[in-house]
């Protein structure tokens, strides 16, 4: 993709938090004015990945290998090379030379570098047609299947998602962190990296400074939301069933096992074989 610096203007699909479709929505031009910059998004996962490394790789030189003290042998008047320690580097076992020690591979990039790394991904997953507007995460409470149902209604279940909302909602975090192809992140958090790592980029509309009104939900989105919440509801119902069942069967086995009566040991007969004697004739 070429270096571009011309103001354009994007539209992006909009959705209700169950999948429902609305009007497309007009990104902010602030944000999304077409600028895609790929020496500064290259530099800016560099310095992403390069942070991530511990770095804790360590070699011993040969000062640091126990042992070595003793000069192997004499040094001359045995025909063989010379040898001062048995921890030199060209001996098995001995010391590394130029091995990695700890150390740090931070990285730190300019603010600016960074929101220009950013914008440029955001503007090149918007030349995708990959930014999809969410009008609002309200989840009482995690559920893994409410999140996984929206992302199979807008037909992404094949692709890496990115979903960014408005300030810290742990409850829309806990409902995505057991899906493997889900990452769900503040938007005030979101680096160059992980715009450029998912396929499709769904962002509350709060986030953009954008605030849409509730729209009732299609037939279809009601439907599912009965069912879940019918399986919802039907699980502690079965848990309770299986429960009273268990010291009930427990009961029926202890009222049909006669108890096994103790078999009388078998007394060792007094009279045993004395072992024969063979006599010396």
């Not at 070429?2 to 944000?31: C, H, M, V, W």
């Not at 770095?55 to 000062?63: L, M, V």
């Not at 879940?228 to 009961?251: F, I, L």
Request: charge should be positive; charged fraction near 25%.
């Amino acid at each position: 993709m070429a270096d571009t610096n011309e103001t354009q203007s994007f539209k992006a699909n909009a959705y209700s938090a169950q999948g429902t479709a609305r009007e497309s929505i007009a990104l902010p031009g602030e944000l999304f004015d077409g600028t895609v910059n790929m020496p500064v998004m290259h530099q800016a996962v560099k310095a992403f990945l390069a942070n991530q490394r511990q770095g804790n790789a360590s070699t011993k030189i040969r000062k640091y290998v126990t042992g070595g003290n003793q000069k192997p042998w004499k040094q001359k008047g045995t025909g063989r090379a010379r040898a001062g320690s048995a921890r030199a580097p060209h001996w098995v076992g001995g010391g590394t030379v130029f091995g990695p020690t700890p150390r740090s591979y931070r990285q730190d990039l300019p603010k600016q570098m960074k929101a220009l790394g950013r914008k440029s991904a955001l503007n090149a997953r918007a030349r995708e047609n990959a930014i999809v507007v969410i009008d609002q995460f309200t989840y009482d409470a995690p559920k893994t299947s409410q999140l996984a149902a929206l992302v199979s209604r807008l037909g992404f279940d094949e692709k890496k998602v990115l979903i960014l909302t408005a300030g810290m909602k742990e409850n829309v975090f806990l409902s995505g962190r057991n899906l493997p192809n889900v990452h769900v992140m503040p938007y005030s958090d979101v680096s160059t990296y992980h715009i450029l790592w998912a396929d499709v980029v769904l962002i509350e509309a709060e986030a953009l400074g954008e605030k849409l009104d509730a729209v009732e939900e299609s037939a279809e989105v009601k439907a599912a939301a009965k069912k879940t919440a019918a399986k919802a509801e039907a699980k502690p119902a079965v848990a309770k069933k299986t429960a009273a069942k268990k010291p009930a069967k427990v009961e029926a086995k202890a009222k049909t096992k006669p108890k096994a009566e103790k078999k009388p040991a078998a007394k060792k007969s007094a009279a045993k074989k004395a072992p024969k004697k063979g006599g010396k004739k």
